[in-house]
Nanobody, 129 residues
């Protein structure tokens, strides 16, 4: 299974970005069979969970500050998950990573990066004027 994250870039404060996480793998692979989490890692800081979603539960947010600004969604027909980020702030600057966990785990446990089965590479988000 491979996850390909994309959509990062440079945006001014108050702007928006939509990150994508495209999944692919063996024949019959369905990203819908996985819970999806987004993490971020700011320069000089540890990776932190942002939010996650499964087909049966969620979303669960791990950062209160993004609850009114970030939205996670998925298009299972495209095997793609999305992170819509609005009203971006400089403190949102980070590398953003998507991750997948097979099944329908309890989302409140998915703050732990070790729970995930697969990871995409990071996509860089820079919020600056």
């Amino acid at each position: 299974v491979q996850l390909q994250a994309s959509g990062g870039g440079l945006v001014q404060p108050g702007g928006s970005l939509r990150l994508s996480c495209a999944g692919s793998g063996f024949q019959g692979f369905r990203l819908g069979n996985y819970a999806i989490g987004w993490f971020r890692q700011a320069p000089g800081k540890e990776r932190e969970p942002v939010l996650c979603l499964s087909d049966t539960e969620g979303p669960t947010y791990y950062i209160d500050d993004v609850k009114d600004r970030f939205t996670i969604s998925r298009d299972n027909s495209r095997n793609t998950a999305y992170l819509q980020m609005n009203n971006l702030r400089p403190e949102d600057t980070a590398d953003y990573f998507c991750a997948a966990k097979l099944g329908t785990p309890i989302l409140s446990t998915l703050y732990d990066s070790s729970k995930y089965d697969y990871w995409g590479q990071g996509t860089q988000v820079t919020v600056s004027s």
